[in-house]
């Protein structure tokens, strides 16, 4: 089984940047798409990014585009979003999530993806 692991939330002012990480460890994929998702309160879990793992293909949300960028380090296992220009409605609990895949581009939709993380705050003040 695998297991998740984010971090690098936090509170920062509206402009800003934070780095997220998200680790997988356990039984890892030799193939797989790892996406974040965001949910803020009283809001649907939407779509930030995915990238692949073979390919390093990638989809944002319109949102993001621009602002967000995502990236892998197949050795560690590990998938980032490095998140500038950070503004209020950015505010949300980050969560990442990973699905075997082998496709060319990640999905972007919640159901695709099986095993999530367990979250991290991000707020932006104005």
């Known amino acids: 089984q695998v297991q998740l692991v984010e971090s690098g939330g936090g509170l920062v002012q509206a402009g800003g940047s934070l780095r997220l990480s998200c680790a997988a460890s356990g039984r890892t994929f030799s193939t797989y798409a790892m996406g974040w998702f965001r949910q803020a309160p009283g809001k649907e879990r939407e779509f930030v990014a995915a990238i692949t793992r073979n390919y390093g293909n990638t989809y944002y949300a319109d949102s993001v585009k621009g602002r967000f960028t995502i990236s892998r380090d197949n050795a560690k296992n590990t998938v980032y979003v490095q998140m500038n220009s950070l503004k209020p409605e950015d505010t949300a609990v980050y969560y990442c999530?990973?699905?075997?895949?082998?496709?060319?581009?990640?999905?972007?939709?919640?159901?695709?993806?099986?095993?999530w993380g367990q979250g991290t705050q991000v707020t932006v003040s104005s």
């Open positions: 999530a990973v699905v075997l895949w082998g496709g060319f581009y990640p999905p972007r939709t919640y159901s695709a993806y099986d095993t």
